[in-house]
């Protein structure tokens, strides 16, 4: 419950059990409006044909399921049909996860939907009453101050769990009126859309990107410049520009060409890339250590200008391109530190990593391991078609200016993340109110 002692109430609002909210709204218990159920359990055999299934990562990913997006099928009897049966405006709740973050998470089915059946990871919540309108639902379960109830309220042995008890003890702050609701819910769905519209540009800019790849990366398409695109010659990684040549990293790149020593000082402090700091050549973190309390794994000295190749799991494309920052740093042995001599351009380099072409070589090595891993001896005899260096030079400028336009795209994707998580907080508890401007917002 939310602490209170020493908290101002400013004009207008009043204390609560769960904390400060407007003397206009009230707290909504769970149990008063919603009557719960657990889902349906079956075999393995029985799904992937037959009654669409309302699955736990529907609820976790949206916050409204329309029809399409229920994917799952399963086989049912006329019995279990009518007793897990879903209809436009039911809530499900997670029931049971890993962690306590993610029990709880809530998502209200906003189509009309028929023969369709929910599953035993997550919880219906049907509606007594329209006390908490159908679009406010989408969101008022996902506010800060209750989603604290019910991680508090939930239970965890080998896994985190919930129930239709413990849910039916939650309070929910809500307007009295259907209409601010419902402003409520227009102003966090308009912010939906935007996050929506860029996600699709992204996937569309990323699917551009991928197809000039595809031409710029096998001499295909030659850019301005470049000539030699209608005399091709064949070889052991298919047809390029005769004035191409293949090689093998270990010809044209240095392989890890500096560690960390055992002699090296306790107090020698340095920036640490792991494997799980990086996303598909995107770095989320690193951590400040001294070398006496560092990782074994901590021994890659990495430069300016250096690619890593990710070694353990590589189909994941933990792959990197260091520019410089963080400086001083050191990355994890799951990395081949690549630093590229005078024939190859190390921006070049990175981008085949992200190509077919080493990532078929790859998959062969791993087809015949019993561990998704590579060594460094696997790195050097990989091979890679190899334009004289100006055109390297151009083709990496190419593929740059798209990344930094998809990136441009997706900070502005968490920009508005961001947002609307602060706009959620804000209107979900009433700091911030819509009131005054109703009719302006559901115009």
């Known amino acids: 419950m939310g602490k209170m002692k020493g908290e101002k109430i400013p004009p207008g609002y009043k204390k609560t059990e769960i904390g400060i909210i407007p003397e206009d709204w009230e707290l909504v218990k769970i149990g008063d409006v919603f009557n719960f159920k657990n889902g349906l359990n079956k075999a393995k055999e029985f799904f992937g044909k037959g009654t669409s299934i309302v699955n736990y990562m529907d609820v976790y990913q949206h916050p409204g399921i329309t029809k399409k997006e229920i994917k799952g099928k399963v086989t049912v009897t006329k019995d279990e049909l009518k007793a897990y049966e879903v209809r436009k405006g039911d809530t499900f709740f997670t029931r049971t996860s890993e962690t306590v973050e993610e029990i709880g998470i809530a ?39 209750v989603r604290k109830q019910i991680i508090s309220t939930s239970s965890y042995t080998t896994r985190a769990l919930t129930n239709g008890r413990l849910l039916s003890n939650v309070y929910v702050p809500a307007p009295k009126t259907q209409e601010e609701q419902r402003a409520i819910a227009r102003v966090l769905s308009d912010f939906d859309k935007l996050i929506e519209s860029l996600d699709r540009l992204i996937e569309k800019k990323k699917l551009i990107k991928k197809g000039t790849m595809q031409l710029l990366l096998t001499g295909k398409k030659r850019l301005p410049g470049f000539k030699g695109e209608w005399v091709r010659k064949k070889t052991e990684i298919g047809i390029i520009p005769e004035d191409w040549e293949v090689r093998r990293l270990g010809e044209v790149c240095r392989i890890n060409p500096e560690s960390l020593s055992e002699n090296t000082p306790k107090e020698f402090e340095f920036n640490y890339i792991p494997l ?13 250590l001294k070398f006496e309390n560092a990782p074994s794994r901590a021994r890659r000295v990495v430069r300016k200008g250096d690619v890593l190749l990710s070694t353990v799991r590589p189909y994941l494309l933990s792959h990197f391109y260091y520019n410089g920052y963080p400086k001083n740093t050191v990355c994890s042995t799951g990395f081949s530190v690549l630093r590229c001599k005078s024939d190859l351009l190390s921006k070049y380099l990175y981008f085949h990593l992200f190509f077919k072409t080493i990532n078929r070589q790859i998959d ?78 559901l115009a």
């Open 107 to 145: 998502s209200t089915i906003v189509d009309e939907v028929n023969d369709t059946v929910f599953s035993g990871f997550i919880l219906r919540a049907r509606p007594k009453s329209d006390r908490l309108n159908l679009n406010f639902r989408k969101y008022c379960f996902a506010s800060q101050i």
């Open 276 to 288: 799980e700091s990086i996303d598909k050549g995107r770095l989320k973190g690193f951590n400040k």
């Open 364 to 441: 062969k090595i791993l087809a015949g391991s019993n561990y998704p891993a590579i060594n460094s001896n696997d790195v050097k005899s990989f091979q890679i078609s190899l334009p004289p260096l100006p055109e390297q030079r151009a083709i990496a400028r190419v593929l740059s200016d798209m990344d930094a336009e998809i990136e441009a795209l997706e900070k502005k994707k968490e920009k508005c993340e961001m947002l609307k998580k602060g706009a959620m907080q804000s209107l979900l508890t009433g700091k911030v109110r819509l009131k005054d401007h109703i009719d302006e917002v």
